[in-house]
């Protein structure tokens, strides 16, 4: 369906409609596919950052915890050395009550003795 255009000296051919409307069409698929990439990678792009930020949070979660258990375990640690020293102190401690309880037990058994003699 082409045909001349006789007041021209250069030939013109019509371009059937049919064949404009298949190349517009091919045009904004090409542009619509090019919006959709641009899309999936704008969607990849904040699935990865949102990703990364939960990992994050987690490594940042098991973190607390290791140094919530560290501290517990150093508490442990200082409890056990203080009951230990305290062990290591109780003996003394109880040598010392008990002589001391047998010279005032004396004493009283001697001053009784002395004053109802």
Known sequence: MCHRNFKNPVTTFVVPLAYV???FIAVVCVYMV???ICCILLLRQEFNI?????????KR????EYERKENQLD???KMYGQSISNKAFCPTSIFFNVCCDNK????????E???CS
């Open 21 to 23: 409307r298949a190349v």
């Open 34 to 36: 090019k919006s959709l």
């Open 50 to 58: 949102e990703k990364l930020q939960i990992v994050e949070a987690e």
């Open 61 to 64: 979660k098991i973190r607390q």
């Open 75 to 77: 508490i442990k640690k």
């Open 104 to 111: 005032i037990n004396r004493w009283h058994f001697t001053t």
């Open 113 to 115: 003795t002395t004053q």
